[in-house]
């Protein structure tokens, strides 16, 4: 099941380079954590905020790769994209979640996926300080916390009135002139309960089936294709709203079943 997934690469390989890019990635981040940070603003208007951290954990990763990977290409949130013309690309988001870093919340995480063709294959959320990582390739999803190792499975829940939704905030519905409120209100309203304030630890939850249902607007491609191996592989179904692709971003639904994901689409595209 690897070999046409990975087309050719060594799914131990690729395994083991998302790892040690989470280990490097985190002797960037971990030691600026809950410290006195500068946070630069990249927004004129509103916030969007980047530090230090998230600059030099990227640069790291990207060194990393570059050694293993030479002629892959790779995006990132913070640096420019190195386009190599390989059907081979490394996705990578230094910390999601920089809002929660700067104050101090650990559901940020750092993001490293593989995308062959366009398609996302392989993907790992690390989150340091509490010493989880996450991890998936073609046909496994595993949660790795020290010693324990645990697959990855979601929940068994198909009804809205059942289920436990989060998206990072309600103002992804309204902001940068979106008027998808009343999309949100009519999947909020009707689900069991809602949590704010995870970014892509929310995703993690829900592969791990406690979250149900993640709904968001206005993601970027690496906000969100590292996620999509472990949502899939999970057992879950993650799409945009009109039931395309998520690799890209845009406006994505992550549902632990078909059958809620199918419930959550029906609201979303109304």
């Known amino acids: 099941m690897n070999e046409p997934l990975l087309a050719g690469l060594d799914a131990d390989t690729v395994r083991r380079t998302l790892l040690d890019a989470a280990d490097i990635a985190a002797a960037m981040t971990l030691p600026r954590f809950r410290t006195d940070l500068a946070v630069d603003n990249k927004w004129t208007e509103g916030f969007d905020p980047v530090t230090e951290a998230d600059r030099e954990a990227e640069r790291v990763i990207r060194e990393l790769i570059g050694e293993r990977f030479p002629e892959h290409a790779i995006v990132g949130e913070e640096w420019d994209?190195?386009?190599t013309g390989s059907r081979f690309t490394w996705i990578v988001d230094p910390i999601?979640?920089?809002?929660?870093?700067i104050t101090g919340v650990p559901v940020w995480g750092t993001l490293i996926g593989l995308m062959v063709d366009g398609r996302s294959v392989a993907g790992l959320m690390a989150q340091p300080f509490t010493g989880e990582v996450y991890i998936a390739l073609p046909g496994e999803a595993?949660?790795?916390?020290?010693s324990e190792r645990r697959t990855l499975r979601t929940s068994p829940v198909t009804e809205l009135r059942h289920a436990k939704l989060t998206t990072t905030s309600p103002d992804l519905f309204t902001r940068m002139g979106q008027d998808l409120g009343r999309q949100w209100e009519a999947v909020s309203?009707?689900?069991l309960t809602v949590r704010y304030g995870l970014d892509c630890y929310g995703y993690c939850l829900l592969a791990a089936g406690h979250i149900d249902l993640v709904v968001e607007a206005g993601l970027k491609d690496v906000d969100i294709a590292p996620l999509v191996p472990l949502i899939v592989?999970?057992?879950g179904v993650v799409t945009t709203w009109d039931g395309g692709p998520a690799e890209a971003g845009g406006n994505c639904v992550a549902a632990a079943t078909p059958k809620l994901h199918a419930a959550a689409l029906e609201l979303l595209g109304s």
Not at 96 to 101: E, H, L, Q, V
Not at 142 to 146: A, E, F, Q, T
Request: cysteine-free; aromatic content about 10%; glycine content about 16%.
């Open 189 to 191: 309203q009707r689900a």
């Open 142 to 146: 595993h949660y790795h916390r020290g």
């Open 81 to 83: 994209a190195k386009a």
């Open 233 to 235: 592989n999970a057992g």
């Open 96 to 101: 999601d979640g920089t809002r929660a870093f």
